[in-house]
């Protein structure tokens, strides 16, 4: 896989979404993110050789949501280690992403830290020791490190948003405490999940950043490479909440998604993937992203599955 096979790929495809009639449906349940122009999309791929390109709407900054997940259970991988998964399960959900239902059935352990009750307890697990204004610093330090880029910040605007309509957030996070899963102040913790999940970033950014979990930034290993693993595998089985076979089945690689519309996805040693289109599937999942990765990795045979 070079540029010279690469460029033209995400032309047709950027071309392919704009003809696209199905756009999918915003995330309207977030106000600020309810105005946002469904028609936009960009993709952006780092190479292994290190050569990054782009197409589209790839510069245009958008609010990563979930993706910022992947970022925080690095950072809480790096510190606890295997300790970290007695507070949170690894295996797919079965109902929606900020099921109450489900958590109820496992006694207050999420699980996976990348359903919403499952990221509220790995940002709760950040705060140990530390206020949220420095745990907000240390999340936004490590993701401008991984992408190597400092001009990454938190939207306020979308945070208070957030903050204003997350009625079934605080049920998660107070059935967590009631449960004894949740060690700070429930507004303390959705304050600071509501904060990190409102990292605006572009696709270009957001692929460089994705590096670290391909094994090809520049710096090295910023987490260890077992941590790496840990995170592509639940990607793999997790990122998409109850739509992540689907997309393992469609695209065939690691992928994480948000409500923003965003996805970055892993090829490992190979390349890092991030595409954005606003408009959203039934599952919360962006609906012309996942077309797109579909094409691009049927195109290149990227999947990690394929034998040929």
Known sequence: MDSQSVRPLLDDICAAMEQREDRGRVADYIPELAGIDPDQFGISICLADGQQLSAGDATTGFSVQSVSKVFTLA???????????DRVGREPSTLVFNSVQELETRDGIPPNPFVNSGAIVTTD???VGATPKETLAEIIQFVRQAASDDDIYMDPEVAASENASGHRNRSLAHFLRACGNLRHDCDLTLGTYFHHC?????????????????????????IQPGH?????????????????GEFAYRVG?????????GILAIVPRRASIAVWSPGLDQFGNSLRGTAALAKLTHLLRLSVFSVS
């Open 228 to 244: 790496i693993r840990s995170i592509n595998a639940l990607m793999m089985t997790c990122g998409h909440y109850n739509g992540s």
């Open 75 to 85: 950072i809480a991988l790096g510190r606890y280690g295997s300790r970290f998964w």
């Open 198 to 222: 409102a990292l605006e970033m572009t696709c270009e950014q957001l692929a460089r950043t994705g590096r670290f979990l391909a094994g090809l930034h520049p710096s090295g290993h910023l």
């Open 125 to 127: 697990s950040l705060l």
């Open 253 to 261: 690689i690691p992928g994480k998604s948000g409500v923003g519309g």
